[in-house]
Structure formats: C-alpha cells, structure tokens
C-alpha cells in the first residue's frame, strides 16, 4: 500500500511533467504563430493604427452644407539634393512644410498652420500628375487658436521635374442636411441582409426538421430490421423512387414549356406590384423544381414501407433453409445495386480521376461498373449465408450514425467556401449567400434539433409504443410537443447568427452589407466601412435583444 508521502511525491512529479509540457508546447505555438511583440511598438505601424482608428471613428453618416477654402501649396518628387521646407501666405493663412519634397513612400513631412478658423476641420489633398483623380493623404482639426500640425507620407511616388500640387482645405460651418448616400446605401443593403439570413433560417429550418428526427439516438436505436428487409428497401429504392421522379419530370415537361409565357403574362398584370408577380413566379419555379424531388422522396418513403414490412414477413414466415436462400438472393442484388450507385457517383465527380479512365458516353459504364458491383454483390450474397436470417441488424442506428456524420461534416465546411462555391454556380448576389446559409443552417440545427429529441422525456414514448404505435405517430404525439419550444427558440437564434455570417459571405459575393463593406475597405474609404460597421452592429444588437426575449418567453 502506498504512503501518503511517496503519493505526494508522484503528484508532485505529475505536475511537473504537465507544467513543463505545458511551457514546451505553448513556447512552440509563439514560434509558429511569430508572435513579435516589438512590430507593433514601431512608431510608423502606431501611427497607422491611430489614423485607421481616427477615420473609422468619423463615419460618413451625413451630408453637411460646409463652407471650404483652399490653400495650395507644392511638393517635389523626388527630392532634390539639398532639401528645404516651404512656406505659403495667403489671405493671412501660413502653411509651412518641412520637407517640401519625398523621395519614398516612408518620408514623413510635416504641416503646420496659422491664420486658419478656429476648430475648422481639414483635409490634405494631393493632385497626382497624369491622374484625373485626387488621393487625400491626410486630415487634422484645427485648435481654437487657429493652428494645426499634422505630419504623414505620400502613398504614392510619381517622379517629375515640375512640382506638383497639394491643396490645403479648410472646412468650416458644417450643418448637417441629410443622411449621406453612404447611409442610404448601407440601409439598403442591411436590409437585403437581415431578409437573406431569413430566408436561409427559413429553408434552412424547413429542410432540418425532418432529418432530425432520423439523427436523435433514443428514436434510432430501437429500429431494427432482418438483412433481407434492409436489402428489398435497397432494390426498391431506385425502382420505385426512380419511376416518381421519371413520371414526374415527364407530366411536367409541357407545363416547363409553357412556363415562360406564364412567366411573362404574370409580371405584365402585376407590374403596379412587381416583387408580389416575382415571388408568384419564383413560387412557380420552385413547385416545377421541387415536384420531381418530392415524388422520388415520396417514392423512397413507399419502398422503406413496401420493402421493410414485406421483407420482414416473408423472412419471419418461411422456415430457416429458405429464408436463408431469400436472404442471399436480396443481399446480392441489392448490395449490386448499392455498389453500382456508389461507384457512379465516385465516378461523376471524379474522385480522384476515376472519370478520365471511362469512356465519355456514360451509357458504356453500365459495362464497366457493373461487373465489379456484381462481384460485390455475389461476394456478399454467399457471406450472407453465414448469418441468422432472422436476426434483426441495428439499422436504426447506422442510419442515426450516417445522417450524423453528414451533419457534421457540412458544418466542417465554412460558410464563406459554402459561399465562394455558390458564387461560382450561381453568380454574385444575393441568392448565392442565401445558398450557402442555407446549407450551413441545415448543418447546425439539425445536429442541435436533434440533440434536443435525445434530451425528452422517455415516458410518452414509451406509451404510444406499448400502445402499438408506429415510428411516425410517436414522433407526432410524443415527441413533437416535447420539443416545440425548444425547436422555436433554436429558429430564432438561428436567424441572428445568419445575420453575422451574412456579412462575411458578402466578401466573398454573396450579397448583402458585407459585399458593400469589402468593397470600401478595398478601396481604403474606411469613413464609409465605418457606416457598415455600425449598421451591422446595430441590427446584431436588436435581433440579439428580440431572439434573447422571443426565447425566455417559450422556454
């Protein structure tokens, strides 16, 4: 047994070896991660952060009826080999600047002023020689004394051998007329933003509901099935769920023909409302979309019917020797089936560049990957014969483990490549952003509905199964009313981050503020990226006040 005093030692030693490994690691991640602490102490990048932070806090939220004078004065580039300040008077304003010239773009000059209105604000405007453009390269405000002093660089370098000019502007009288069109804009596009986080939240939500039910633990683990039931939803699947889709797409082929002048006789009759006639058409469109998907899914739902009820009683019924023959047949063909959807879907995208190796007709690989789906599906067949056949396998759960894993793996994928993706489908916008929310919305509620469905209450699930009810009428009468609120609340929370992720997904052409944003910043005109900035914050700030209430009320 061992002693108090050699146990306190082992801890000892133990916590030794951790806060070593500790320091060891973390001394790594600096070197990896080149955190300098010296860069940001130097004067120049200081004084880069202070006129980013100065710009940003002056937005360019108004228009101003100002009152402006000018005064000019002349810069040389490059400097001359004996380099001197300059002195300009006009109108009882001195300007004086040292040096008067800049070789590079690292040369600070210096400003000062006199003679100017007191608390006027100014700016420092340079005329680039062969630039129909102006580039402003400073700002200052001037003392109720009547003085300034500002020092900066030029941010470019155009050599010439006559001077060039720098224009000193004095604002004063600034009374405000209006919002500004920076503002106008970025109400407009916050807007568009808080209606795409809704519309993906929307979807998003729609589209989640359903798998969550297949994703919780406590509902999947209790669905069992023989092989020979598992194996007919398999070969009924693409036969049943085929023809809907076929038959579908086919009674809707003259109905897609006659869309376009359905389409056009629309908007005509509706243009006193035009959003009201595009979101009729976009209706239209989508119920022509989404028809054939509903009666494939309709088509899988009557094959897990058909397939599982029937399967299952023949296998129950027949004696072992020919169950386990039954048995056999199935697995082989529906293991055929499911290798060769497997390897033409491989083969489709080009995993690894499986497509480049088959012939371009896509009718000749039903030749080259059926044989080897065959081989697996005889391979499987005879190992099927080593099995009970009537020994009900978990497929509950390896359906639970599957839609999980999918789960997962979107919400790996960050909405900004979900966004870049979409844009190259769809093209820059909106709808693109709307997308790749969408995707990343179906990702994270369904993971947290479905963590939800796991945390009920056993005992009304267990009720309506004692009392014979099937796997839908207990997800109606037992869980839905459990999880309701919760589902509710999720939606709600779900729209304020959409809203957040909105404006990164607009960097990257994805519509809404962030699109307008990035292009500011690009464009180094950070007083308007400041009009972004604040409307983003503010929208976040109200919906994250409202969801915060709207879940207090129903939890």
């Known amino acids: 047994m061992k002693t108090p005093r050699k146990q306190d030692k082992r801890n000892r030693r133990r916590t030794a070896v951790i806060t070593l490994g500790l320091i060891v690691l973390f001394a790594y991640a600096t070197q990896v991660t080149n955190i300098n602490l010296e860069e940001p102490l130097e004067p120049k990048r200081q004084e880069n952060l202070v006129n980013l932070i ?3 806090a002056h937005p360019d939220l108004f228009t101003y009826d100002d009152e402006t004078r000018s005064t000019n004065a002349t810069i040389r580039m490059p400097c001359p080999d004996e380099v001197k300040g300059s002195q300009v008077n006009i109108e009882g304003r001195q300007v004086l600047m040292i040096p008067n010239c800049a070789t590079t773009t690292q040369d600070q000059i ?7 209105r007191g608390n006027a604000d100014g700016r420092v405007v340079w005329y680039p020689i062969g630039s129909t453009t102006t580039r402003r390269v400073s700002n200052f405000k001037v003392t109720p004394e009547g003085t300034f002093e500002v020092t900066f660089t030029m941010p470019d370098i155009r050599p010439t051998e006559v001077p060039q000019r720098l224009e000193i502007v004095e604002i004063t009288n600034r009374r405000i007329t209006g919002l500004s ?5 970025a109400f407009d596009k916050i807007i568009e933003t808080v209606l795409m986080a809704l519309m993906a939240s929307t979807i998003g939500t729609i589209l989640a509901v359903p798998f969550s039910f297949i994703a919780a633990r406590n509902l999947m683990a209790g669905v069992k099935a023989p092989l020979a039931a598992i194996m007919s939803v398999i070969i009924l699947t693409p036969i049943i769920g085929g023809a809907g889709w076929w038959l579908t797409n086919q009674l809707l082929g003259s109905v897609a023909q006659t869309n376009g ?14 959003f009201v006639g595009n979101f009729i058409v976009v209706l239209t469109n989508l119920l022509l979309l989404l028809l054939p998907l509903a009666a494939g899914f309709v088509g899988l739902l009557l094959a ?9 009683e023949a296998i129950m019924r027949l004696p072992n020797g020919p169950a386990r023959l039954l048995t056999a047949v199935l697995t ?3 293991t055929a089936i499911f290798a060769y959807g497997l390897f033409y879907a491989l083969s489709w995208i080009n995993v690894i560049g499986l497509r480049e190796h088959l012939p371009e007709s ?8 059926g044989t080897p789906a065959l081989t697996l599906g005889l391979i499987a067949g005879l190992a099927s014969l080593r099995t009970q056949p009537k020994y009900h396998f978990p497929v509950g759960m390896i359906t639970y483990t599957v839609t999980r894993g999918t789960f997962n793996g979107l919400r790996a994928i960050e909405p900004l490549m979900l966004g870049f993706v979409f844009v190259v489908w769809i093209g820059l916008g909106p709808f693109a952003g709307i997308m790749a929310l969408t995707l990343n919305s179906v990702a994270d509620l369904g993971k947290l509905f479905s963590e939800q469905v796991e945390n009920i209450d056993d005992g009304p699930v267990e009720a309506i199964t004692a009392t014979g009810g099937n796997f839908v009428q207990t997800i109606v009468y037992a869980v839905v009313p459990q999880i309701t609120p919760h589902y509710i609340a999720y939606i709600f929370y779900r729209w304020d981050i959409n809203v957040r992720m909105s404006t990164i997904i607009g960097f990257v052409g994805g519509g809404g503020i962030g699109f307008v944003l990035q292009r500011n910043i690009n464009q180094v005109l950070y007083t308007r990226a400041s009009v972004m900035v604040i409307a983003i914050a503010v929208v976040i700030i109200v919906l994250d006040t409202v969801s915060a209430r709207v879940r207090r009320r129903i939890i």
């Open 332 to 334: 082989t063909a529906g």
């Open 304 to 312: 897990i019917t058909l397939g599982g009820r029937y399967g299952q």
């Open 362 to 369: 896509e009718a000749n690989w039903l030749s080259i990957l």
């Open 261 to 274: 002048a359905f389409v056009s006789t629309l908007r005509d009759s509706l243009a006193f409302a035009g």
């Open 54 to 56: 100065r710009r940003l």
């Open 181 to 185: 069109d920076t503002s106008r804009e």
């Open 110 to 116: 210096t400003m000062k002023g006199e003679g100017f």
